[in-house]
Structure formats: structure tokens, C-alpha cells
């Protein structure tokens, strides 16, 4: 065999000189090691947990005193008294909205109808100071007590018939209506006696009502926008407390003495027509329960059917109920112990060993708290529908308590002199 023969191609073919005559290397000299720090990184970011964000996060702190109240409207602001200031904060962000002077001093905050209403605190104090909630400034003032009724944006001024267990529905002199926005009087009843006043709706599309039941047993209902009386009925004998009558189911029902005990009567709405009488035995309050209505008392917990009557569901297992958004919450003596649906009476979420945050956080859901077996700390959860327990969210810091909620905020007051804020993110997981 020869000698092998080599052809030489030359460049010609089109590859670049660097394949005949390598040069410097195309990447600077540091990539190499930074490569290897981020591959390090990464692989030990991937082997370490994920870090959860706080359950609860301090929005906003105020300082607060023992004495001075607080409040929380729909429209999702915080009113705060601090001494002789009224300060007024977004709850979504913490902002601080308004602040004014305010010399009266007052035992609690009342909202109604876009307005603050102030009523000096004392026993013997009267009259009300009606505050702007949009602005701080002062719209107008009532020499009366004004309250407010569902259903309605007109407010009532009235004068309290009080009694050993404190004000309730019994007014006396004069019911005056009156706009909210400039506090003039639309219309005014004067009173013969004591009477009781409810607010009551009306019929599908139509005005709600005022009802007056006077000392002489006499029924009386108004149209609140025109004060227009539209009917007149002579009701039982009863105690007329202020849990009796109540409005339930669209319903007026009152507990009174019957032939064999206690019994239970409902009226419509539109002209106070009768619609049933039942006995009901043990009774001790009439409560709303969704669209029905429950007799409470020592036998248990009875719904019944507002227009007949007719029994919907019973459970002995509890002595009262009370309605909390859109479920019931059920006691079987002084603390809850459950959570149920109004239409059927089924558990929702035990509550056993727990206390309700008043307020609401939305979507048919509750807060709840409860100390720990030493006292030093409190735990908060969420009480969910969708779960048989409350789900556990976080631990309050020591000293805190008197808390309110709203959708995604804990408000708590603290022992060290503050009020505060605490946003939280809802929690998933079976319960």
C-alpha cells in the first residue's frame, strides 16, 4: 500500500479561520464561577421550606383609652374616639380619613344612614349630635334620642321610658321622623302613654312601616316616608318586653298568655290581619331564623313557618339561638356551641370551647376566639361553613382583647393602651 494522500481543502469551503486558529475563549473569565454560585443557591433554596407570610399583619395602631369607644361601619371605616378627638380611618389601607374635635364625652358609637350619631353618656343625659361619616363635620342636633330601623335611611327621634333593666323600645311624648341629611321633621306622632316601637317592612314594593302598641293594647301602623296611618288592631295581653313582639319571616309574631300556658300569634304586615295562633308551651322569646322563625325556651328550639305556623325543624339540644349573617348561632347555655343552617337546623361548625367575634367577616363566616389552657395567650380562627371546625389562624400577642371584625381586619383593643388593626389572609385546609 502507498504512502496516504492528503488533500488540502483550504478556506474555501466557508468556515471561519477560528477552526483552523483558535483564539480567546468567547466567555469572560468570571461566568464559570457565578454559574456555580446561582446553581448552589438554587439547589439549596429548593431543599429548604417555603417561608408563609404572617397570618396576621399590624395595618394600623391607635392609642386608645379604657373609657374611649370605637366603631366599625359598613362602609368599611374605623371610628375611633381618643380623648377629645374623633378620628376617622380607611380599613383597607389604614388611612387616616378625618379628624375633629370632640368635647362629648359618650359610652358608645352609633352609625346610621351615612351619619355618627352622639348621645352624651350619664343617665340622665338627652339628646343626640349627628356627625358627618364622609366628612367629621357636624350636620345637625336633636334634642331627642334617635335610632334607626332596617329598611329605611329616615330616622326616629324619641324620649325612653327607662326602666330597671335600661332603655329598650318603650318611647313616650312624642316619635318624631326626621331626615337624615339635615335633621328637620318629616311627620310626628304624640303619645297618650308609654307605647312600644318597632320598625317593620312593608309588603313587597312598597314603603316600610312604623308600628306604635300603646298602654291600651292598640296597635298602630304608619307609612314612614308619608306618615300616613294605615291600620289599627287591639293585640293579646302580653309583657311586651323588648324581645316581644318581634318581626320574623316578614311576619309580626308575639308571645302572650293563651288558654293553656303560653302561645304564640302572627299578624301580616299589611294590615295587621291576623294569621294563627298556636300553643307553645315553654316558649321563652320568638327570634328570627332566616326567612323562618324560632321559639326559644326549656324544651329547646322550635322553627316554625311565619305565615302557618307549621313546624320546620326542633332541636333540644339548644336553648336559644341568634342570627349571625346568614347562619344561626346556637347556645346551649351562655356560650355558643355551634354554628347552624336556618332552613334545616344542621350543624354547620362546632364552636364548643369558643367565642364569637362580633362583627362579620363576610361570606358566611365568623371569627372566633379562645385562651389557651394557662390564660397567657389567645388563639383566633376562623369559623367557615365549608368546615366541621374552626380552622386555626394565629395567636393574638398577650394583653389583647374586645376585639370586632370585618372582611380580612381584626380590630383588638390591648392592655398596653392601644387599638389595632390586624389584617390577616384567609386559611385553607379541612378543619
Known amino acids: 500500500m502507498g504512502e496516504p494522500v492528503v488533500i488540502d481543502l483550504g478556506l474555501e469551503r466557508g468556515e471561519p479561520e477560528t477552526y483552523e486558529r483558535p483564539g480567546r475563549p468567547t466567555t469572560p473569565p468570571w461566568f464559570a464561577p457565578a454559574l456555580l454560585t446561582v446553581l448552589v443557591l438554587l439547589l439549596a433554596g429548593a431543599s429548604a421550606p417555603l417561608r408563609q407570610p404572617a397570618a396576621l399583619t399590624a395595618l394600623l395602631r391607635v392609642p386608645i383609652g379604657p373609657g374611649d369607644p370605637y366603631t366599625i361601619t359598613e362602609a368599611g371605616r374605623l371610628v375611633v374616639q381618643t380623648g377629645s378627638t374623633l378620628n376617622s380611618y380607611h380599613l383597607r389601607s389604614g388611612e387616616l380619613r378625618w379628624s375633629v374635635e370632640q368635647q362629648m364625652q359618650v359610652s358608645r358609637l352609633r352609625t346610621a344612614s351615612g351619619m355618627l350619631l352622639l348621645r ?191 313546624r320546620r325543624w326542633q332541636r333540644g339540644d339548644l336553648r336559644t339561638v341568634e342570627q349571625e349573617g346568614t347562619a344561626l348561632v346556637g347556645y346551649a347555655g351562655s356560650d355558643p356551641i355551634l354554628t347552624a343552617d336556618p332552613e334545616t337546623g344542621g350543624t354547620l361548625v362546632e364552636l364548643a370551647g369558643w367565642e364569637l367575634v362580633p362583627g362579620s367577616p363576610g361570606d358566611g363566616v365568623s371569627l372566633v376566639t379562645r385562651d389557651t389552657s394557662d390564660g397567657t395567650r389567645t388563639m383566633v380562627a376562623i369559623a367557615d361553613p365549608g368546615t366541621r371546625k374552626p380552622r386555626l389562624l394565629a395567636e393574638l400577642p398577650a394583653g389583647t382583647g374586645s376585639c370586632q371584625s370585618a372582611p380580612e381586619r381584626l380590630v383588638c383593643r390591648s392592655t398596653s393602651g392601644e387599638l389595632t388593626v390586624w389584617a390577616y389572609r384567609p386559611v385553607t385546609g379541612a378543619g
Not at 323600645?169 to 328637620?184: A, K, L, M, S, Y
Not at 324560632?294 to 322550635?302: E, I, N
Open 120 to 310: 352624651p353618656w350619664g343617665r340622665f343625659a338627652v339628646g343626640t349630635t349627628a356627625i358627618s361619616l364622609a366628612t367629621g363635620g357636624r350636620q345637625w342636633r336633636n334634642p331627642h334620642n334617635v335610632m334607626s330601623f332596617a329598611g329605611t335611611s329616615l330616622l326616629f327621634a324619641v324620649d325612653d321610658v327607662r326602666t330597671s333593666s335600661g332603655p329598650g323600645r318603650r318611647v313616650e311624648n312624642t316619635v318624631q321622623v326626621i331626615d337624615p341629611e339635615i335633621g328637620t321633621v318629616r311627620w310626628e306622632v304624640h303619645l297618650e302613654s308609654t307605647a312600644v316601637l318597632l320598625g317593620v317592612p312593608g309588603p313587597v314594593d312598597e314603603q316600610p312601616r312604623a308600628l306604635l302598641l300603646g298602654a291600651d293594647r292598640v296597635a298602630h301602623l304608619y307609612d314612614v316616608e308619608t306618615g300616613r296611618h294605615l291600620a289599627a288592631r287591639t293585640l293579646p295581653a302580653a309583657d311586651y318586653d323588648p324581645d316581644n313582639p318581634v318581626v320574623a319571616g316578614g311576619v309580626l309574631m308575639l308571645r302572650h298568655p293563651g288558654p293553656s300556658g303560653t302561645a304564640v300569634s302572627a299578624y301580616d304586615l299589611a294590615g295587621l290581619r291576623p294569621l294563627w295562633t298556636r300553643p307553645a308551651l315553654g316558649t321563652k322569646a320568638v327570634v328570627p331564623c332566616g326567612l323562618l322563625a324560632c321559639l326559644t325556651g326549656q324544651y329547646g328550639v322550635r322553627a316554625v313557618d311565619p305565615a302557618t305556623g307549621d
